[in-house]
């Protein structure tokens, strides 16, 4: 069996008003039928780490300000890691179907980003009611909607 290769199938845009995911001609088909869903998965490239140099990265010293001395990159949602792979869990604003654009107020992302993958937030499969975390975050929100008026940049080392 021939292998395949993980190739982009849009990118992050920004503007004044918030943030956008454009899906190449190709893909927007499969843009068919997200009408009612509130919120997408969004994979994506973190292209400013895929140097063999930060793939190699397996530990962090501390980035988080009560979290342990050493941390495994597994742990964090850092994209120094083996694959530069992030998820963003972004709310739908609005989607232009027939360009092929998914409006967002926000997304972790910088302007052109590839868009690996898109998919639809399921709280069937996407959300457990017995989650826990370690001690070292366990104050930070219980939501998406709770972070936006969190203080984030209290929480870290850089």
Not at 40 to 51: G, T
Request: hydrophobic share 40%; proline share 8%.
């Amino acid at each position: 069996m021939e292998k395949q290769s993980v190739f982009s199938i849009g990118e992050v845009l920004a503007s004044e008003d918030g943030f956008a995911i454009t899906v190449k001609e190709d893909y927007r088909k499969a843009l068919t039928a997200l009408e009612g869903f509130s919120h997408l998965n969004i994979l994506w490239w973190a292209d400013d780490f895929e140097s063999m140099e930060y793939r190699s990265i397996t530990t962090v010293k501390k980035p988080y300000k009560k979290g342990p001395e050493t941390i495994g990159v597994f742990a964090t949602r850092s994209p120094l890691r083996p694959n530069p792979i992030a998820v963003s869990l972004i709310y739908i604003f609005r989607i232009d179907y027939e360009k092929g654009i998914i409006f967002t107020p926000y997304i972790d992302a910088h302007p052109g980003t590839p868009v690996l993958d898109i998919k639809p937030h399921q709280p069937s499969t996407d959300v457990t009611r017995s989650a826990s975390v370690p001690a070292w975050c366990s104050h930070w929100p219980e939501s998406i909607e709770d972070s936006a008026d969190f203080d984030w940049e209290a929480e870290f080392n850089f």
